[in-house]
Each structure stands twice: as C-alpha cells, then as structure tokens.
C-alpha cells in the first residue's frame, strides 16, 4: 500500500514540474493512505505532515514556484499580506482569497488551510491540499499560479496608467519579464477535417487539447473543447485535463433528449449556443495569459461599472478586430452564454472572443486548426498590445 | 443590542403546556441551527436519558430551520427533523425542503421540541397571532393535497399522509404539497404525536405570543370545500421579518451570497443546461443508466435499455411542467405538471420504472404524484412492488402499481417491505456496485441510504470538484468521512443537499460569519459537521445499533451487476467493503463496532456512551 502512495505522490510532483509549475524535483507531495508517503525528502516533511493530520484531508502539496512564478509571489504576497485578491473571474469564483502565510510554523499553515483550498508561504512555496485526491490540490496549485500572474501583469498596467508605480514594482517586473517563457512561434500541424465519425472527432479533440497546453494557451485542467456531428455534441467533460482527454469526453444530443451532459463542461450551454448561431464545428476555449490580462485594461476610469467590467462592462471594446465581453464562468443570468456566442458569430463568424478577466473562445469550420491558430495568434497580439499599452508610459 | 434573538420552543402536545429558550450564542456557535442544533436538542430532552420507542409520547420529535434559512441564501432554507427511527429506534433525521426551514426562522424560532401526545389530530400553526394548536378534524387522514390546499397559503409547510395514520413505516412527510421529506419514516413522527401538519403562514408578529390551547384553540379546519392545490405564500422580502436575529456585517452577508450564487451558475450539475435547474434532480437518470448502475428489476441488474423513454427529458416533454423551488434558490428542482402532477425525483423516477421493470412514464409520474398524496415513500414503496413481484416469481404489471401503492398506505406497519435496504430503509436509485465510495456511504449512514450523505455522488458521478474512480474502495473512507461532515455542516445551517455539489464550507462559513460577527472558517465548520454525525452516531449506539446495521445486503457482495459497453460491474469485495469501513470507523473515531469512543466523544465536547 505505502509504495503505491509513495508512487500516487511522485507521479503528481512529476506532472508539478511538467507544467511548469515546480522546477523538476522540487515539488513536494504527501498522501496519507493507511502510512503518510511523500514524493521526495524535505526539511518541510515535518510541516506538511503537521497540515494532513490538523486538517484531516488525504493530500498536501508544498509547490515552490518556477519561475517567473516565485518572483510574482513573492512580490504580490509582500505586497497584498494577509491575502492575495485574485482578479481573474476564474479564480475569483473558485477561490475567495489566497492568503499570505506568516510564518513556517504548524498553526499558521493549519490555520490558512482551514480557510481556504491554498496558500502562500513566503520564501518556501504555494501550499494546497485535497480532500479526496492529489488532484484537486493540484488544480489549487495550478490554479494560485495563474491567478497571481494574471493579477501581476494586470496591476502593473493598472499601476502605470495611474501613474503610481514605484521602484519596487519596477524591478519586480523587470525580474519577471525577464524570466518569461517566449511566445509560441509555430503552431503544430492538426488532423484535418472533417471528421465522419465519432472515433476521428475524439482524436481530433485529444490531439487538439494536447497542443493548446503545450503551447501554454491554458493549464491543463482549465479550458475546453467540443466538436459537433451529426447533431451530438461531443465536448470535454468538467475537470477534465485538456492534454489528456481519453475517456475525458461527453456526446450530448444537441436535441435536449439526455442529460447526459450533467458531467460535460460548464461552458455546455456556451457550446451548444454557438453550435446553433454558427456553423463551424470545431469550438475552442484557453485562458491564454496576456489575452485575460488585457481584457482586464480598462481606460474608463470615470466608469460605473469600474470594479464590475468582468460581468456589467457596459462598452463596445475590441483588441483589433477581436471583442472583449463581460460574462460569469457558466449559465447564471450573467453567464458568458449569454454574450460570448453571438459576439464570435457575429459579422459571418469572428476569428475569436476574449471574454473579460477569463479567456478566449475561438472556432474552426471543420476541425481544430484554425482555432487552435487563432487562440495562438490572439494570445500573440494580446502579449504585444500589452507591451505596447506600458510603453506609452515612461517607466 | 436590541436585537431579537432566536428561541426554541418545547411544546408538551398532550397539555398544550409550551415554554421558551432563548437560543444562546455559545450554543449558536457550537451548534448553527438546523441538523446539528436539533440533534444536540433531541439528545438533550431523551427522557433519562433513554432510548424509546419512535411513538413514545415522551420521546421528542425536534423541528429545527437551518442557523441561516431565514437570510436568503440560495439553497439554504432547509429545516430538519429529527426523531427516533420507527426501523431501528436510532436517529432519524430528514431534511425539510421548501419554505418551512425559512418561515420558522423568520418568526424568531430556532426550534421546536415536541413532545407528548395531542388527544386528537392537530396542527400546529405559526402566524401573526403566535403559535397555535388546531384540531384537525376531518382532514386528518385525507391526501396531503386536500391539506396543503386547506392549509394555504403558507410561507412553509410539513404535512402527514394517510400512510402516516395507517403507521406504514413508509410514511414520509411532505412539504409545501410537492417535497418529500427524507427517507426512513419521517411521516410516522408528526404523527405519532397526532400532529397533521406544521404550518408558518403570512403575517408574522414582531414577538409572537406563543399562545397554545386546543381546548380553546379557534375554529376547525374545514375540509368539504377543497381547493386547488394552492401554491405557497410569497416569501417576503428581508425587511419583513421581525423575529430574525439581525446581520453583523452586511456587506459580508452580501458577498458570501453573491460566491454562493456563482458557484452555483459555475456549476453543471445545478445550472448547466441539464442539470437539476433544468430537469430536476431525475437528470441524474440518464447518468445511472449511461453508467450502468441504474438499478434495475429489483437490483438483479444494473441496466435498463428502456431508460431513455423514462428519462427527465422525456418526462419534460411529456409534461411541460412548471418548476418549483425553495425560497431564494436560483436552481428550482421541482416539477409540477399543469394539473398537479408531481414529477418524480431521481430516487423515485428510478425505482418506479427500472426497479419495476416498468418503461412508463406516465404510470411513473401518476404513481409518484399519488405516493406524496398519501404520505408514502416513493422509492421505498416501489423497491416494496418490486420485491412483491419477485417473491410471487412474476414480473410487476403496470395496471396492479397504484393499487399496489394504496394497500401499502393502508396495510400499515405490517406490510413487507424490501429486504434490499440498510437500516430498514431500501436503498436508492444508485446501485452500490457502481461506486464504491457512494456504497460505503449508504452502508454508514446514520439514518439510512442517503445518497447525498458522504457527498460521493460529486466526485464518483459528477466529477466535482475533481473526479475519482467510482470502481475503488482507495482513499474512499476519508471522501465519505470528509464528505459526511460537509453535508452534515451545511445543513446546520439549512444548505440544500444538492446544492452541496457547488457551495461549500469556505462559503459558508464567510455567511456564518457575517450574520453572527463571530470569525468562522471551514474547518470549524467542518468540525461543526463532524460533531453533528457522531451525535447521531451516539444515538444509534445508545439504541443498541452496531456494526450490523452499517452493512449492505449480502446480495451486492454476491451477485454481478449488468456489465457491457466496456463496463465491468462486478460485486463488491466484502473485504475490500470491511476494510473501507474500518478505515471509515477509525477516522470517525468509531470503535469496531461503530459507537464513538470517549476519547472521540470528549474531543468533540459530546456526552460519552454509557
Ligand atoms: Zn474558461
Ligand atoms: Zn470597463
């Protein structure tokens, strides 16, 4: 039993470094079965330890952040102690806060862990732990990295134009910008379609997420995909990996005649809108980085709606030819599926749609290649256009 | 601090005599409301201490709303009701959905403790003029929808059937006319203490007068003239309610509700385009079916090839029924045709059709519609049909289902019932081979098979929050564990079991924070929780339960279910099963036998077994 733990608890500290989350080696899980097993030793065996027995739950994951995570971190945690606000939809409805740890001992992490999923602990890592499985405490993980890149770039686009930067803030960019990865220079060849039957459509999708997250367009457990035939939709289940969509995938009759789509997406009705005001096929949905960052850069500072652009944005606002609209993760009265669908069908079929503070949809007549090429090339331009906007302000 | 507090009101039915608590701060912390607060009160009024038959007159019945069902929270109007189970003299506790939960708390009650027995059929009103008893004359005995219609408009109400009068212990108690109220004999409680219905209606007076005199009491019901089904009160809005206790942090208050709010339009389950917002809990149907654990002639299979005709899409378009839900909640789960018809649950639509071998959805939702009319547990009524069926060696006919139904109402505590249960409870439309943890839940419960009571459906189904392997008993002791405290927190505070899928304890306690001022986090809620079920645990063990009563039947350790379509459903390793619950009893602070130890009980500041 204890060696399949230990194994359960290395494979997850492997997919940590994967996603570059963890520098190899460096992430830490335990899981607790009938013997607490941990994916490597640490001087913070003893603290994590501590955390599974306080907190009764069968997962923690200690993840000292890659770069340029560690640097954004460490500064917004500096910066926002007792708690990190997230400012992407995304996180802001899974997550309330993440707060900032005071100090390495016991009770202080035991006591940020019993508020919420995750935390960060300055100097060591972001901590999270799973009720049921390493899993959600990887979500958790990826989900905190994300939140605080997106707030990091945001608030300093943010700050610049308020003209409030300070030197701080500035070196904290410098050292992050630094450590970026590249954009993505080249997107990989997809099956063409379309797809006759369902066996191909399911490959296709596969195929497809696998590149969205390898070209870093979304985390692994965010983010879907659908394709329609023959009147059934087949889309990614709710949680499920996008780089590992075998057994992941749901086909929902477009008809309303099963609900076996109670497991597929929250984005569902999202889809299945688009599928009847649009009739490309193949639909796709990243949180690419720059693109929710930019989507969050509002000029109107005499707006009403300042602190609620994300769900009441009352503007027409574009980047380039590409809209901005406001919207709510699923099918609540302000849900996305509300305005994203007619905005990327609208004008015979956009090339994408940015949906504010949260991610891009993009679509393909027949298969994936196109809107995997256009959630690249939208991310692409997001990135520049946001160089741009801090560029007009002396820094 | 001129703020009304809540109060519990113990009424002695046989004298009328009635006193009342207020409800302390120390015991509101400890305890929130709802499940939790009306456990540790039925524990508290045990007469010596002593465990006694469901029907004594000494032995309480405790209705409680939920510590936060007046406030407005989506999916938090729920009360509780908790007696003594007519199957196992344990604990039975039942969720009341609807607006009881909400009015109760709005009138400034934290609780009722009932006691004695009323000489004759009454019911309890709470309104403007305070709390009253009122003969209930002839319409005691008659359907539920003759007195939800004698009864309105009311803001909430619990009523028993004709099945509760006969003693079947499938009585169930309905509220608001369309919401059965748990499993296990709920109905066979408000009746044991002659109480028809409990009602709140409109018109609640700043500091009721808590006046209770049947000798005296104004008026009986009248029942030759029967309406229509009236539908219930309108809620009223925050400002009018001038019992409840007032909001510490209102912003706060707001906030927590907003999170609640999107977590819940986040959620495919809830609000996705086939979930429960849309089709009721039912859409569940076509995942047990999809999944091959949709139990199925009597639980000798697992799949049903009809299913698709009896689906919740299929009823929709039948029907085109109109939704009803509980106060304040965005995702209305109930569904009533143009004339009155229930549309059954997923428990009830499963067992009414693929547990009878029976693909009519018409007789579905007529027999469903006629089990809440007389009080009677739909899917335990219908696993009662299936067993008739099985034991004469024929299969169910159609035509002999709603007869079948009456006689079970009125052959009483004598009739058989399906040997296919935990706890005397027959076991719900999920077939234990087809999640592991969800068996090892409805082993364990304390009350019966409640599917919604380890919270395994969410991630062995449902995928939230993330997905885990329904075929493995690996790491399930610890979700039922966790799961168990979750839901037993949530509803102290009068969280709707499915609204579970989406809100959890972070987002509770932000709202228990708020309206009390006290700083509270999910783990003290989860402890709330936690101390909430080995409660009832103690209650079981008092009354003799052991480890016994924490098993499923042999037949799921036997016998395969319907594998196909790349589905393997085996039976259940039995000591895979025992070596799951002992896992569960050691992290429950359980001995082998199930009762809690001193040293488990003591930590969670509960009174140890003697
Ligand atoms: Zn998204
Ligand atoms: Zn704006």
Redo the contacts with the bound molecule.
């Keep these: 039993m204890s060696a399949l733990t230990t194994a359960l608890a290395g494979q997850w500290a492997d997919r940590l470094a994967r996603a570059g989350l963890c520098d190899p080696g460096q992430g830490l899980v335990a899981c607790l079965d009938d013997d607490l097993a941990f994916s490597r030793p640490s001087s913070h065996q003893a603290l994590v330890a501590a955390c599974i027995d306080r907190l009764g739950v069968g997962c923690v994951i200690l993840a000292p952040p890659a770069e340029p995570h560690r640097t954004i971190l460490e500064f917004l945690a500096a910066r926002e102690a007792p708690a990190i606000r997230p400012r992407d939809c995304e996180t802001r409805t899974f997550f309330h806060d993440i707060p900032v740890i005071g100090e390495a001992t016991p009770a202080a992490v035991v006591a940020a862990l019993a508020r919420r999923k995750g935390a960060y602990l300055p100097g060591v890592g972001i901590l999270a732990h799973g009720a049921l499985s390493p899993e959600q405490a990887f979500v958790t993980v990826s989900s905190v990295a994300f939140a605080g890149f997106v707030k990091f770039f945001a608030d300093h686009l943010a700050a610049a134009r308020a003209g409030t930067l300070d030197a701080a803030a500035r070196t904290a960019f410098a050292a992050a910008v630094a450590k970026l990865p590249p954009p993505p220079t080249e997107v990989p060849p997809l099956a063409r379609g379309p797809f006759a039957d369902r066996e191909s459509v399911l490959a296709a999708m596969a195929e497809a997420g696998r590149a969205t997250v390898e070209l870093g367009l979304v985390d692994s457990v965010f983010g879907n995909i659908s394709y329609s035939l023959d009147g059934v939709l087949a889309i990614s289940q709710t949680g499920a990996a996008l780089d590992d969509l075998v057994g992941g995938i749901d086909c929902v009759p477009l008809d309303g005649s099963s609900c076996a789509g109670l497991t597929a997406s929250s984005e569902l009705g999202a889809h299945t809108a688009l599928v009847r005001l649009d009739s490309r096929r193949a639909i796709l949905h990243g949180h690419p980085r720059f693109a929710v960052i930019l989507s969050m850069d509002?000029a109107?500072q005499d707006?009403a709606?300042?602190d609620a652009?994300h769900v009441a944005?009352p503007?027409e606002r574009f980047v380039d030819d590409v809209p901005i609209v406001p919207g709510e993760v699923g099918c609540g009265p302000r849900g996305l599926v509300h305005t994203m669908p007619p905005a990327l069908a609208a004008d015979g079929g956009r090339r994408g749609v940015i949906v504010c503070g949260h991610g891009v949809f993009t679509m393909g007549a027949d298969d994936f290649g196109v809107a995997l090429a256009d959630l690249c090339a939208i991310e692409t331009l997001c990135r520049t256009r946001y160089f741009q906007a801090l560029g007009t302000f002396p820094l | 601090m001129d703020q009304p507090s809540a109060h519990i009101l113990f009424l002695d039915l046989a004298t009328g005599a009635c006193r009342r608590e207020p409800l302390s701060p120390a015991r509101r912390h400890a305890d929130g409301g709802g499940r939790s607060l009306a456990g540790a009160c039925f524990l508290a009024a045990q007469p010596d201490g002593a465990a006694g038959r469901f029907d004594a007159p000494a032995t309480p019945v405790c209705l409680f709303p939920g510590g936060l069902a007046g406030y407005g929270l989506p999916g938090a109007s729920f009360a509780t009701l908790v007696g003594r189970s007519p199957h196992t003299g344990g604990v039975l506790t039942a969720a009341v959905p609807g607006g009881l939960g909400h009015g109760l708390a709005r009138a400034g009650l934290a609780g009722l403790v009932l006691t004695g027995r009323a000489a004759q059929p009454n019911i309890l009103v709470l309104d403007g003029r305070g709390a009253r008893l009122i003969p209930a004359g002839a319409l005691a005995g008659q359907g539920t929808r003759a007195v939800f219609a004698a009864l309105a408009p009311w803001l909430g109400a619990v009523a028993v059937g004709p099945a509760g009068w006969s003693g079947s212990l499938l009585a169930m108690a309905v509220a608001d006319g369309v919401h059965p109220v748990g499993r296990g004999g709920s109905g066979l409680l408000l009746a044991a203490k002659n109480l028809l219905a409990v009602v709140v209606t409109d018109g609640l007076a700043p500091h009721p007068a808590f006046v209770i005199n049947p000798a005296k009491a104004g008026g009986t019901a009248d029942s030759a003239d029967v309406p229509e089904l009236a539908g219930p009160a309108d809620p009223a809005g925050p400002a009018d309610a001038p019992g409840l206790a007032g909001v510490a942090d209102p912003a706060g208050l707001a906030a927590a509700r907003a999170a609640m709010l999107r977590l819940i339009d986040a959620s495919p389950a809830l609000a996705g385009p086939c979930g429960f917002g849309r089709f009721g809990p039912a859409a569940l149907l076509d995942l047990t079916a999809g999944r091959r654990m949709l139990p199925t002639r009597h639980f000798r299979q697992t799949f049903f090839a009809q299913a698709d005709q009896v689906s919740a899409p299929r009823l929709e378009a039948l029907y085109a029924p109109r939704a009803v839900g509980c106060p304040g909640c965005p995702v209305p789960c109930r569904r009533v045709s143009a004339t009155g018809a229930v549309l059954p649950d997923n428990d009830a639509l499963s067992h009414l059709t693929a547990l009878l071998g029976l693909a009519d959805p018409h007789l579905a939702v007529a027999a469903n519609t006629i089990c809440l009319d007389l009080g009677l547990d739909p899917p335990g009524a219908a696993a009662a049909l299936a067993f008739f069926a099985e034991v004469a060696g024929r299969e169910p006919r159609p035509e002999m289902i709603l007869d079948g139904l009456s006689a079970l109402a009125r052959e009483g505590a004598g009739a058989t019932l399906s040997p296919l249960a935990v706890k005397g409870v027959a076991l719900p439309g999920f077939d234990p081979r087809g999640a592991y943890g969800l068996a090892l839940s409805l082993a364990v419960g304390t009350s019966g098979p409640d599917p919604w009571g380890g919270l395994c459906l969410a991630h062995e189904l449902l995928r939230k929050p993330v997905a885990t392997d329904r075929f493995t008993f690996a790491g399930k002791a610890r979700a039922v564990f966790l799961g168990e405290n979750v839901v037993a927190a949530a509803g102290a505070f009068g969280g709707c079991p499915y609204c579970t899928l989406a809100v959890g304890l972070e987002e509770w306690a932000l709202a228990v924070a708020a309206v009390t001022g006290v700083p509270t986090c999910a783990g003290d809620l989860a402890r709330l929780g936690e101390r909430t079920v080995v409660r009832e645990r103690l209650l079981n063990a008092q009354a003799g339960m052991d480890a016994a009563a924490d098993q499923l039947p042999g037949l799921f350790f036997s016998q395969a279910g319907s594998s196909g379509d790349g589905i393997n459903v085996a039976p259940l390793s039995r000591p895979d099963f025992l070596a799951a619950r002992a896992g569960y009893y050691r992290l429950r602070g359980l001995t082998e036998t199930g009762a809690p130890t001193d040293e488990r009980a003591s930590a969670l500041e509960l009174p140890c077994l003697r």
């Design positions: 509002c109107a707006c709606q300042r652009c944005c503007r």
